[in-house]
């Protein structure tokens, strides 16, 4: 699969687990970001990075860790969550530049805390 | 901070028919409006953007007009498909990246 790709697509975790999702892109981009949707929400910005420095994090709870070990990879480490945190994860990239600035979507993990 | 109202929640057109969907921002510093669909199951994607220099911009079957005056911005379907049917999202921003998003409006087309 070219683009964005996620894994896992699906996860089921206990509150007291400890879980990575993943996020890759193969578009040459700089800009990689992490989202959170939820039923009946809107789509929730968590952190941004730019050229692998974090640039936003947007009141994220601590138990949500970030990890950007270069500009193709992105980590969201995770450990002792609520059901509350049960939502699909949205990794997304873009190329910062003057012209365009759309971002580009994973298809998402679908995470379920019990 | 910005927050995007966005409205109808729902709404059902018959193939052929216009929809619109309506966002209002707070902050009047945002300067990037995009708009993404997302079809069931799949990943939003973007479908026409629009920035505060700009009053409207159209690309085939869609339009997307910005009042900066008003603080408010909508989307326009034309000749309606069903394969329109998804979930459209609008978003607000100020420095492009942090993208503020609406609730969502479910589009439904019928044949």
């Known amino acids: 699969e070219t683009g964005v790709t996620q894994t896992p697509r699906h996860l089921v975790m206990g509150m007291t687990n400890k879980k990575s999702l993943k996020c890759e892109q193969h578009l040459g981009h700089n800009a990689m970001y992490w989202y959170k949707q939820s039923a009946k929400k809107p789509l929730e910005l968590m952190f941004v990075y730019n050229f692998k420095e974090q640039t936003e994090n947007n009141s994220v709870p601590s138990r949500f860790s970030p990890e950007c070990p270069n500009s193709s990879h992105l980590f969201l480490h995770l450990h002792t969550l609520q059901p509350e945190d049960s939502a699909l994860y949205l990794c997304?990239?873009?190329?910062?530049?003057?012209?365009?600035?759309?971002?580009?979507f994973g298809p998402g993990t679908r995470l379920t805390v019990t | 901070g910005e927050n995007v109202e966005q409205h109808p929640s729902t709404l059902s057109v018959q193939e052929g028919d216009s929809a619109v969907i309506k966002c209002t921002y707070s902050d009047s510093a945002s300067n990037y409006f995009p708009w993404y669909k997302q079809e069931l199951g799949k990943r939003p994607q973007l479908i026409i953007d629009?920035?505060?220099?700009?009053g409207e911009k159209k690309d085939q079957r869609i339009a997307v007009t910005l009042n900066k005056t008003a603080k408010h911005f909508s989307l326009h379907i034309t000749e309606t498909q069903p394969e329109d049917s998804a979930v459209y999202f609008c978003a607000a921003s100020v420095n492009t990246d942090k993208l503020i998003f609406g609730t969502g409006t479910r589009l439904q087309v019928f044949p």
């Open positions: 997304a990239s873009s190329l910062r530049t003057g012209s365009s600035y759309e971002q580009y």
């Open positions: 629009i920035r505060s220099n700009v």
